[in-house]
């Protein structure tokens, strides 16, 4: 459930400020963008809430490997640094 939340406060911090110009041009990175990842991760949260009330471990195993991928996938948009495109 920390992971859920952990992405979704990066995501509303995120979005709150404009972003920096590749962020926004180059690689999509629009508040709208953080927005959705915010949401993504609330629901992630009440996904784990959920399963650990009810006890469902093979769920809670399968929603944090997909979790983990979008947190990957989320945390390297801001990692790659610029790179000359070929034209």
């Known amino acids: 459930m920390a992971g859920g939340l952990v992405l979704a406060v990066a995501a509303w911090r995120a979005a709150r400020g404009p972003g920096g110009f590749y962020d926004r041009t180059l690689y999509g990175m629009t508040p709208r963008t953080h927005r959705i990842y915010l949401a993504i991760g609330l629901v992630f949260a009440g996904i784990f809430a959920f ?13 944090l490997a997909a979790l983990a991928i979008i947190g990957v996938f989320y945390a390297t948009s801001f990692l790659r640094g610029y790179s000359e495109h070929d034209e």
């Open 51 to 63: 399963t650990f009330t009810r006890h469902v471990a093979a769920a809670e195993f399968g929603a």
